[in-house]
């Protein structure tokens, strides 16, 4: 049973070290998560057809239910969402026919949860999902390992939604499950270590230290009971990778990638979905190293493989155009980048509707490039759109509405609007260090961001503390010589100069007043 590849994590805007969460949004890049059976691209819910059709099912009704789950994942796997919804709802009412307690009806309800939520709708997923979760337990027993698979779906959905604690429940009571009923070294109890592992890298600090003996442990455990070239193989290896990159640890990244990449090649062929994932977190690594004349042909040859595979409007295309965008961006290319950012807003509200949180980080980095252009007029709208996006589907208290947040915040700051923007960034602040904790390195960003102004204002004695705290997040979380946390000390070592000049000239400038007085 394999995973999902990785299909791309939006390149959304970083800066100042803004990290870009993991495993959710469209945000591109990050570990892969974990469900099966793999639907080319990143962060689908991945159907589960698979693993729950391992379920001791009675004889298929003559009232059409296969086929129509048939045609409803065909829809799916082809990006046809509004399809794949009739059919699934035709689906579940077929199923229902066999009973509230029946298996086929779980699965029903489990695959249209995977639906609702690849929409963004997660109140209506998480009620499906629950739904499916009560059904197999009262079939299987709560301790049955094929309740892992819809609890490991519940998982990501809560993680989606930035309950990371009932998240870690739900994995660990999967993995639990899994380590009873199959042996600590089967491959699906690997699967619950990558998911656990996932989580803990995006919390960042010391849940990061967490996430890499979880990840070895699951390679291993693929490697001996799979072999050292299968492709669940080179999923893991993608997924190590990708904390390594995350704790700028680059060296011991790219050659994983590499390996993951050799793998898939010669396992699934040049022309399979997760190969173009791995590509794309490739051309992630190279773009943050700044090595684009690497990175744009691999964002290139993922981009032609999926056209090829899925077609030119399917949904997972727009992940990978928004990060070539990205790449021509960043190197001043805005003619080349606008057209690809449109073409992906384009897809993603072709397949999901104008109301998906995949739209707010393309929106975000559409703004950027106007506003890198001075088209403030143009960048604010976009901005105000992305965030209302976000806020509507994930709630204010949302991490990835902090980061829309700031982001405006931002071109508030470069238009001199500096009182709403030192606003906005405590706003930013308080959901961040609320949602994941006072010491993560996105807290770190937006203390910088509130550093800064302070330092243009010349109000060092606010900016210095600031600074302080954000230095320590970032040498913690991402190393003492990582770009970021360098930039950091040295902008707290110029503030403190600062503050000793002014002291010094506190000091001569009593010292003058004090002389006239003795002479006298």
Known sequence: MTEPGDCCRLAGKKQPGLLSPPGNELQLTASIGDRRPPVAGRKQPWLLAAALLLFSLPAYSANGWEAKMAAATRAYQGGRYGEAEKFFLAAAKAAEAFGPADLRLGLTLNNLAALYESQGNYRQAESLYRRAL???????????????????????????????????????????????????????????????????????????????????????????????????VAVTLNNLAELYRSQAKYKEAEPLYLRSIAILEKTRGAAHPDLANTWNNLAELYRGLGRYAQA??????????????????????????????????????????????????????????????????????????????????????????????????????????????????????????????????RRSLAILEKALGPDHPNVAAVLNRLAQQYDFQGKYSLAEPLYRRAGAILATSLGPDHKETRATRESHAGVLEKIRQEEEIQRMEAGAKARPQESR
């Open 296 to 425: 744009e042909p691999l964002y290139a040859r993922a981009l032609e493989s999926l056209e090829k595979t899925l077609g030119p409007g399917h949904p997972n295309l727009a992940a990978i155009l928004n990060n070539l965008a990205e790449l021509y961006r960043v190197q001043g290319k805005n003619r080349q980048a606008r057209p690809l950012y449109h073409r992906s807003l384009g897809i993603l509200t072709k397949a999901f509707g104008p109301q998906h949180p995949g739209l707010g980080p393309v929106l975000n980095n559409l703004a950027e490039l106007y506003r890198g252009e001075a088209e403030f007029a143009r960048a604010e709208p976009l901005y105000q759109r992305a965030l209302a996006i976000v806020e509507k589907a994930l709630g204010p208290s949302h991490p990835d509405v902090a980061i829309a947040w700031n982001n405006l915040a931002e071109l508030y700051d470069e238009q001199g609007n500096h009182l709403r923007a030192g606003r906005i960034y």
């Open 134 to 232: 009560g059904i197999a337990e009262g079939a299987l027993g709560p301790e049955h390992p094929n309740v892992a698979a819809t609890l490991n779906n519940l998982g990501q959905l809560y993680r989606a939604q930035a309950k990371y604690k009932e998240a870690e429940v739900l994995y660990d009571r999967a993995l639990k499950i899994r380590e009873a009923a199959l042996g600590p070294a089967h491959p699906d109890v690997a699967q619950s270590l990558s998911n656990l592992a996932a989580l803990y890298d995006f919390l960042g600090k010391g849940s990061r230290r967490q996430a890499e003996p979880l990840y070895l442990r699951a390679l291993a455990i693929r490697e001996k009971a799979l072999g050292p070239a299968h492709p669940d």
